[in-house]
């Protein structure tokens, strides 16, 4: 048990130098190798469903699209959609944001098929959750909605 909160406290120094966030790309090769390191430490003590992997994925998706490599971002967004799902449910918000969030990264990167499903999948989560006149609820049936039509998303060109 000892060794497990060493590991904790190793991966905690080390995302504390992670803040506050600065637009550098040495900033976010660094950030990169600290989320890198503190996902093996967690993985080693928690397993692979915890939220600490949970938010070491998320982190990963961002620090790798901030350094404009899409393909392990990806792959991170997905390895956080199945921890949530797990962690939290498949019906939980969180996991309804993960998909929306993946839909809309889906689409820009060209795979419109794909990126409705996941935008569908949330949004249908979120409905079931907040109800059809919620403002959260509205937008994205509106995201869907234009993404279906084929229009370009603002967000896209980014």
């Known amino acids: 048990m000892e060794e497990k ?23 976010y090769e660094k950030a990169l190798e600290i989320e890198l390191k503190c996902l093996d430490i967690y993985s080693q003590v928690y397993g692979k469903y915890h939220k600490k992997i949970l938010d070491s994925h998320e982190s990963l998706w961002l620090f790798y699209h901030l350094l404009n490599d899409i ?23 969180h996991t309804a944001n993960l998909y929306s969030e993946f839909g ?3 689409c820009c990167q060209g795979n419109q ?9 949330g ?9 059809k006149d919620h403002k959260k609820t509205k937008k994205r ?11 370009e998303i603002e967000w896209c060109k980014e």
Request: proline share 1%.
């Open 5 to 27: 909160e060493k590991l904790l406290q190793q991966a905690e120094e080390l995302r504390k130098g992670l803040y506050p966030l600065n637009d550098t790309v040495e900033y």
């Open 71 to 93: 393909n392990k971002g990806f792959m991170h967004k997905k390895e956080s959609i199945e921890i949530s799902e797990k962690v939290f449910g498949e019906e939980h918000m």
């Open 141 to 151: 049936k509106s995201l869907i909605e234009r993404m279906e039509r084929g229009e």
């Open 113 to 121: 098929e794909e990126g409705i499903e996941y935008l569908k999948k």
């Open 123 to 131: 949004f249908v989560i979120t409905e079931k959750n907040l109800g």
């Open 104 to 106: 809309q990264c889906s």
